[in-house]
């Protein structure tokens, strides 16, 4: 029994140095090296650090609903540029005049002129009765000739022949239209139902014109963000805003050579950790995800295990000279409830809920019982003997 007392003890002393599997997160600390600065400032905490050449480090958001108003503003502000010359899709005035070129099908139409209208006697079919702009965008017509076509709207074009035609006929009525847009094209791929090409035309088209044309989302896409790339520029529109109008974000008005490219979901979840019924990663959809919901899609907070006062939100910066964050709250009081239902989690934010000491405590003594038990096994055969 005295050895079982002394191994029950050493055992004791090497789980004090010993981590306990799963998660042990601490914020009141800063990281095991040697810290430079620790800065404080009513609810934010900075720690600060040398490593190497480096100063690195990490600041912690006691969440209230000062610190949640900021945040707020901090991530309006984060998305709001979308640079030069990608302009919004207005509704409140006509779009531009359509600029033809190559592989545009142009019909004309000379009143009185049957045999300059349809040459070939059939006007059903556009693609004899019209005239195609060639690759190198001119277009040939009866008693005009060969001549420049692409770059010129409808108007242009119909005062163009007018003048031309006036040699030979006296007083010439001409209707133009296109017939067939084909040289303007956008491409859209990644997570789409039919990823593929849209045609620009007459009318004013946006990212989310072109996202229905091909069928809409995928099962998997992002219902986040999509991307936009542009003579060598791309930039990343908030899909999720301008699909649910939670917040005026404009539809950018598309360009021919445009690439639009919607991700899958990889990068939209939100890992829940810690002390909860089931650990699990969510995937954030078009709305917005708030800490409530995230922490009630895992089954809620494990009532013998979890900590209510130390739940905790880490989260990555979103520009390279920014520190990441760790937002903490108390959900022992109906306050820190209340903020929690408007804490809005942003895309690979990780939720942790700590354990409590008691759960720690059993964690230790159930990692020991196997160990105890053969080491009593061990000390009944020996005395037996």
Request: hydrophobic share 40%; net charge negative; with cysteine.
């Amino acid at each position: 029994m005295i050895r079982l007392c002394i191994g029950f003890g050493a055992l004791l002393l090497m789980s004090a140095c010993s981590v306990v599997p799963g998660l042990n997160v601490r914020v009141d600390q800063p990281p095991p090296y040697e810290p430079v600065a620790v800065s404080k400032n009513g609810a934010v905490t900075e720690y600060l650090a040398q490593v190497g050449d480096q100063v690195m480090g990490y600041r912690v958001v006691e969440i209230s609903g000062r610190t949640l108003a900021q945040l707020r503003a901090e991530t309006d502000i984060a998305l709001e540029p979308l640079g030069q010359g990608f302009d919004a899709v207005r509704l409140d005035r006509a779009a531009d005049e359509y600029r033809m070129g190559p592989g545009d099908i142009v019909l004309v139409t000379v009143w009185d002129h049957p045999e300059l209208s349809s040459p070939l006697g059939d006007r059903n079919d556009v693609r004899n009765a019209g005239r195609l702009i060639l690759s190198d965008g001119s277009m040939f017509y009866p008693y005009v000739g060969s001549f420049t076509a692409a770059g010129m709207t409808v108007a242009e074009l119909r005062v163009f022949l007018t003048d031309k035609l006036e040699r030979v006929i006296n007083h010439p009525q001409l209707d133009v239209r296109v017939a067939e847009f084909r040289s303007q094209r956008v491409q859209v791929t990644g997570d789409i139902r039919q990823p593929g090409t849209v045609i620009l035309d007459d009318t004013a088209k946006g990212v989310l014109e072109a996202i229905n044309e091909r069928g809409g989302l995928s099962e998997n896409a992002s219902r986040r963000r999509v991307l936009l790339s542009r003579d060598g520029q791309s930039i990343t529109l908030d899909l999720a805003a301008m699909m649910s109008g939670d917040r005026p974000v404009p539809n950018v008005a598309l360009r021919a050579g445009d690439v639009i490219h919607v991700p899958d979901s990889s990068n939209d979840l939100v890992f829940v950790l810690g002390e909860t019924s089931n650990q699990k990663q969510i995937v954030l959809q078009q709305g917005k995800t708030t800490l409530t919901q995230a922490l009630t899609e895992a089954g809620g907070l494990d009532k013998a295990r979890a900590n209510d006062a130390g739940v905790l939100v880490f989260r990555r910066p979103n520009r390279l000279e920014a520190m990441p964050t760790i937002y903490t709250l108390d959900l022992d009081n109906p306050l820190g409830l209340m903020l929690a239902g408007e804490l809005v989690l942003q895309p690979r934010d990780v939720v942790y809920v700590k354990p409590t000491g008691f759960a720690k405590y059993n964690a230790v003594i159930n990692q020991l019982l196997p160990t105890i038990s053969a080491i009593f096994q061990i000390d009944r055969l020996t005395t037996n003997r």
